[in-house]
């Protein structure tokens, strides 16, 4: 038992020598160290499960997690082994605003991923939702897409099919001409197969062979524009069948399906609110123990131990000040009052 307690002394950054002295704090600093502890070993398990949405990799997102958790646990300990109890409340908190900040955003940070993994079976559920909505929208948007491209081939067909019903009305009109004007019914009205029916035949039939190769040259065109729309069928049938099978299940996703669920179900909101302040609390609890808590007799001796060095720092510093001030006595007037004024800013 004793050894756990010492090691949660030492995640909260404590002095153990100093802790030993004082056994009337050993469960407060105990406490904050397992907080901190915790909050690591979340943090290990909040990274590693968001590494292993997209990497489908157990090692690598377990190594990633550990690291990650690793420099939360750090971050946390340094936050609250930083702190100095002082008789100013004001100083205290003026202190603890950013040590305070940077733990809600640890704690955020932190929470979204086992968000995610604690509304797994209802972000599952949304995420089937928003893959059919994607599906649908894709679908539509390649119909679309490729019937506005065959649309666009069919006019060509329409256009070339136009053409020769064009020229067929031409050549029908030149026959019906050269025709009535052999039956006397039109044209000059005397029924014989003059000169002028021979012009006329001679025109229908100069349109009937200029007929014959539009036909046939225009099938041509035909036929190769319904290969090239029956090859646009085929390319929507194979982009429709990659459109079935969505892959949007990732990190993002899954961050875009709770927050859908969230705005759409106010019990899960509440519940998702919840789960964030409990990180939140965990994460600032330390600093806030720390802040509460009234001067002990452990930040006594922390601040006396400070102190003491900082005094024999000074000591050192002031012995080395005399020292240089007597060798300046051999030099040069002007290098004196130089060494004199830089030893005399640098007192404080």
Same mark, same amino acid.
């Not at 968001?50 to 157990?58: E, Q, V, Y």
């Not at 019914?185 to 014989?192: L, S, V």
């Given at each position: 038992?004793?050894?756990? =307690?010492? &090691?949660?002394?030492?995640?909260?950054? +404590?002095?153990?020598?100093?802790?030993?002295?004082?056994?009337?704090?050993?469960?407060?600093?105990?406490?904050?160290? !397992?907080?901190? &502890?915790?909050? %690591?070993?979340f943090a290990t398990i909040a990274a590693a499960y968001?590494? &292993?949405? &997209? +990497?489908?990799?157990?090692w690598i997102s377990s190594i990633i997690g550990i690291v990650w958790g690793g420099m939360i646990f750090n971050l946390d300990r340094y936050i609250v082994s930083s702190m100095r109890k002082s008789h100013s409340l004001k100083k205290e908190w003026t202190m603890a605003l950013p040590r305070i900040f940077l733990a809600l955003i640890i704690s955020l940070v932190i929470a979204r991923p086992l968000e995610l993994k604690i509304f797994e079976k209802e972000i599952k559920t949304e995420l089937d939702l928003m893959n059919t909505e994607i599906i649908n929208a894709k679908r539509d948007s390649t119909n679309n897409y490729y019937q506005g491209l065959i649309a666009a081939k069919q006019i060509e067909i329409d256009i070339l099919l136009t053409a020769v019903s064009i020229k067929q009305q031409h050549r029908n009109q030149l026959?019906?001409?050269?025709?009535?004007?052999?039956?006397?019914?039109?044209?000059?009205?005397?029924?014989?197969a003059g000169p002028i029916y021979k012009i006329k035949?001679?025109?229908?039939? =100069?349109?009937? $062979? $200029?007929?014959?190769?539009?036909? +046939?040259?225009?099938?041509?065109?035909?036929? %190769?524009?319904?290969?090239?729309?029956?090859?646009?069928?085929?390319?929507? +049938?194979?982009?429709?069948? $990659?459109? $079935?099978?969505?892959?949007?299940?990732?990190?993002?996703?899954?961050?875009? !399906?709770?927050?859908?669920?969230?705005?759409?179900n106010a019990s899960l909101w509440l519940a998702n609110m919840f789960i964030i302040l409990l990180f939140i609390a965990i994460e600032t609890a330390p600093v806030l123990v720390k802040l509460i808590s009234s001067k002990g007799p452990y930040d006594y001796m922390l601040e006396t131990e400070e102190y003491t060095h900082e005094m024999d720092w000074l000591a050192k510093k002031a012995k080395l000040n005399t020292k240089t001030r007597k060798s300046a006595k051999t030099y040069t007037a002007q290098e004196s009052e130089y060494i004199d004024q830089y030893l005399t800013s640098n007192l404080h």
């Open positions: 038992m004793n050894k756990i =307690k010492r &090691f949660f002394w030492l995640c909260s950054g +404590s002095n153990l020598n100093l802790l030993d002295k004082v056994p009337t704090e050993g469960a407060k600093y105990a406490g904050i160290g !397992a907080t901190i &502890f915790f909050t %690591g070993i968001a590494i &292993f949405t &997209f +990497s489908d990799n157990l026959r019906s001409q050269a025709t009535a004007e052999a039956d006397g019914t039109g044209g000059t009205m005397k029924r014989n035949k001679a025109e229908a039939d =100069k349109v009937e $062979e $200029e007929l014959a190769a539009l036909e +046939s040259n225009n099938q041509t065109l035909i036929t %190769g524009i319904r290969e090239q729309i029956a090859g646009l069928q085929e390319d929507k +049938s194979l982009k429709l069948v $990659e459109i $079935e099978h969505p892959d949007y299940t990732g990190f993002a996703a899954r961050l875009e !399906a709770l927050g859908r669920l969230t705005n759409k």
